[in-house]
């Protein structure tokens, strides 16, 4: 199992940065706990954060490419959790979800947080809810290499 890596303190431009969150609700105890780790994360930097709450992770793009066009926002973050069922579902979306957000990254020039846990059983899905953590930083991380570009 992947675990979690200490990682090293980001130093943001002197700026206030704003990131939108789209939250699936679809196995909400574990997008809870990932929502909250995003959250951990964003405010050790101070950062605005609005969140957007959406039935399931197939619902994700739609919103955040709202978010994106709203020009609101520095970065955006995916929140959903998909668990392996009897059908091929969990195939269609866990496919096309990160088709769809890596578009909307290349469309808006926007980094785009991958919080999606995807897992055979909701028991590892919830394991792994620190990742929302990591995408968070992420985003953090894109925005500095952005910045520092600009000038």
């Not at 431009?13 to 909250?36: C, E, H, M, W, Y």
């Not at 998909?82 to 269609?92: A, M, N, Q, R, Y």
């Amino acid at each position: 199992m992947a675990e979690r890596q200490e990682k090293d303190k980001l130093k943001l431009p002197n700026r206030k940065f704003r990131i939108g969150i789209v939250q699936a609700q679809f196995n909400q105890d574990v997008t809870d706990a990932q929502l909250a780790e995003a959250m951990r994360c964003l405010d050790e930097y101070g950062v605005e954060v609005d969140v957007i709450k959406v039935p399931g992770s197939f619902e994700l793009p739609y919103i955040l490419q709202q978010q994106a066009a709203s020009g609101k926002f520095h970065g955006l973050i995916a929140i959903g959790c998909l668990v392996k069922g009897d059908t091929i579902h969990f195939e269609v979306v866990s496919y096309s979800l990160p088709v769809a957000l890596h578009r909307l990254i290349q469309e808006y020039k926007l980094p785009i947080g991958f919080g999606v846990v995807t897992a055979n059983t909701l028991e590892q899905a919830a394991e792994r809810s620190w990742l929302a953590y990591d995408a968070a930083y992420a985003v953090l991380q894109s925005l500095i290499e952005t910045e520092s570009l600009r000038t």
